[in-house]
C-alpha cells in the first residue's frame, strides 16, 4: 500500500501521451500538419523526462516492481482462500 499520488500521476503522464497521440492523429487526418508537429513536440518533451520521472517514481508501488507483484497476488490468492474455505 501507500504511492497513491505517485500511482496517480504516473497513470496520469500515460494517460496524456494517449491523448497527445490522438490529438496528432486528428490534426494530421484534418490536414493540420502545423498542430500535428506542435502536439509532437510535446509528446517528445513529455518522454524526455517528465512522464519517465513520473513511472520512476510510482515504481516502489507498481505491480511491475517484482516485490510487489508477488506480494500482491500472494495475499489475493490468501483472500481467495479464505473465501473459498468460509463457504
Known amino acids: 500500500s501507500g504511492g497513491e499520488e505517485q500511482r496517480v500521476l504516473a497513470r496520469n ?5 494517449v491523448l497527445t497521440w490522438r ?25 524526455a523526462a517528465a512522464v519517465p520521472a513520473l513511472l520512476a517514481s510510482a515504481e516502489p508501488w507498481s505491480l511491475f ?16 482462500r479464505s473465501r473459498h474455505i468460509s463457504h
Open 65 to 80: 516492481n517484482q516485490d510487489v507483484h508477488d506480494q500482491h497476488y500472494a495475499a489475493l490468492r490468501e483472500v481467495m
Open 23 to 47: 490529438r496528432i492523429e486528428m490534426a494530421v487526418a484534418a490536414g493540420r500538419n502545423a498542430d500535428a508537429a506542435t502536439e509532437f513536440r510535446n509528446y517528445r518533451n513529455l518522454m
Open 13 to 17: 503522464g500515460l494517460k496524456e501521451l
